[in-house]
């Protein structure tokens, strides 16, 4: 099963920028769709920015035209780079690798990394 370690997060000051990385395990990462989600205390997890298999990206629109997801499937890895950041982005970041659309798997092949705080604070 895939495995997610992520990395990047920490404290930036409001007007900063921060770099995630997600590293995905195996051989099944170019085939998935992957994502940035966030979670902050007492709200929802909710979709940051997303990407398929083939490249089309998704992003909410609190961030658009701030955040870019990349991915570099030669090296099993997914990106998220977030520039003007304001406090309102503090949260907990996770990455997420979605195969449950691929022949022969199901529900249980969407995968979570641990997550990482990004916090953005005077």
């Known amino acids: 099963q895939v495995q997610l370690v992520e990395s990047g997060g920490g404290l930036v000051q409001p007007g900063g920028s921060l770099r995630l990385s997600c590293a995905a395990s195996?051989?099944?990462?170019?085939?998935?769709?992957m994502g940035w989600y966030r979670q902050a205390p007492g709200k929802q997890r909710i979709l940051v920015a997303a990407?398929?298999?083939?490249?089309?990206?998704t992003y909410a629109d609190f961030v658009k035209g701030r955040f870019t997801i990349s991915r570099d499937n030669a090296k099993n890895t997914v990106y998220l780079q977030m520039n003007s950041l304001t406090p309102e982005d503090t949260a907990i970041y996770y990455c997420n690798a979605d195969g449950r659309h691929l022949p022969g798997n199901s529900y249980r092949d969407d995968y979570w990394g641990q997550g990482t705080q990004v916090t953005v604070s005077s």
């Open positions: 195996g051989s099944i990462f170019s085939g998935y769709a």
């Open positions: 990407m398929a298999s083939g490249g089309t990206t």
